[in-house]
T-cell receptor
Framework: DAKTTQPNSMESNEEEPVHLPCNHS???????IHWYRQLPSQGPEYVIH???SNVNNRMASLAIAEDRKSSTLILHRATLRDAAVYYC???FGFGNEKLTFGTGTRLTIIP | EAGVAQSPRYKIIEKRQSVAFWCNPI?????LYWYQQILGQGPKLLIQ??????VDDSQLPKDRFSAERLKGVDSTLKIQPAKLEDSAVYLC???WGDGADTQYFGPGTRLTVL
């Protein structure tokens, strides 16, 4: 399985943008980049995913480097409810390949 | 739309006892997953069902863990006998189709083995 590297923790001020990095230097051409987050005492929830182009949804934006060896999850205006562990996961785009979670980045939002 | 339901939310047992967890996936979701999350780690897949059939149980400790999904809907995960190292949160998730689809997680069951 291709691996991802994320910082263990990050802090950000409330109402400011947050950029969460993820390195995946061994990514293959068929791997999608998925982001899930886990709020305290809850199960993980899907945030966003992409293959090559940058992606936007109501929760976040995903910026993917041109060589695809890294990506950045962008929360445009962090709130206290965005405090969570964020997981960057590579996954083959088809079939039954499982989600393999690492330890993720623990994001703390400072009021 | 109702989410993934799990019960109980918390369970405390003595080692060597048995325990069972229940999961009701989102209506219409064909694929169901059980994960184990040990404190400080990310979730680890234990077993994946597609409808009634097992797709992946490679990381399920089959000497003590078992799971079933009757009629392709609800599922139960059982541990018998429990060990101290089984203390963890057990998460159930479901998705529409195969493993490439977005997974929706339940709140989990926190198991403490004393």
């Amino acid at each position: 399985d291709a691996k991802t590297t994320q910082p263990n923790s990050m802090e950000s001020n409330e109402e400011e943008p947050v950029h969460l990095p993820c390195n995946h230097s061994t990514i293959s051409g068929t791997d999608y980049i998925h982001w899930y987050r886990q709020l305290p005492s809850q199960g993980p929830e899907y945030v966003i995913h992409g293959l090559t182009s940058n992606v936007n949804n109501r929760m976040a934006s995903l910026a993917i480097a041109e060589d695809r060896k890294s990506s950045t999850l962008i929360l445009h205006r962090a709130t206290l409810r965005d405090a969570a562990v964020y997981y960057c996961i590579l996954r083959f785009g088809f079939g039954n390949e499982k989600l393999t979670f690492g330890t993720g980045t623990r994001l703390t939002i400072i009021p | 739309e109702a989410g993934v339901a799990q019960s109980p939310r918390y369970k405390i047992i003595e080692k060597r006892q048995s325990v069972a967890f229940w999961c009701n996936p989102i209506s219409g979701h064909a694929t169901l997953y059980w994960y184990q999350q040990i404190l400080g780690q990310g979730p680890k897949l234990l077993i994946q069902f597609q409808n009634n059939g097992v797709v992946d149980d490679s990381q399920l400790p089959k000497d003590r863990f078992s799971a079933e999904r009757l009629k392709g809907v609800d599922s139960t995960l059982k541990i018998q006998p429990a060990k101290l190292e089984d203390s963890a949160v057990y998460l159930c998730a479901s998705s529409w189709g195969d493993g490439a689809d977005t997974q929706y997680f339940g709140p989990g069951t926190r198991l403490t083995v004393l």
